[in-house]
C-alpha cells in the first residue's frame, strides 16, 4: 500500500458529534474522534494499559483510557497525564462528500 493511499473508513454521518468511535480499517484499530466539527483518527488502544480508547471518555481533544485514566491529545496522540507516557499513532484524516478517508501508510 502506497504510502499516499487514503482509506474509506464510514459515512461522516456515522460519526457521533463531540465523542469517539471504535473502527477497523485495513486489518488496524482506529479510534475516530469528533472534536468541533474536525476529525481526528489515533490507534485505538492504549498504550499504557491495552484498553480499547474507543470505550473511554473524549474531554475536548483529551481522550481518557477507561483502564487507568492516562489521557491523550487526539490530534496528536501525545499523552497529557500519567501513567501514559508513550504517545499513539495518530493518522491523517479527511471528509469528501460524505465519506470520512484516513490514510493509514
Known sequence: MSEQTWIDALAADELPTDDVLGVAIDGHDIALYTVGGEVFATDNVCTHGHARLCDGFLDGHEIECPLHQGRFDVRDGK??????????????????????LVRIG
Open 79 to 100: 499523552p497529557t497525564c500519567e501513567p501514559a507516557s508513550e504517545p499513539l499513532r495518530s493518522y491523517p484524516v479527511k471528509v469528501e462528500g460524505s465519506r470520512v
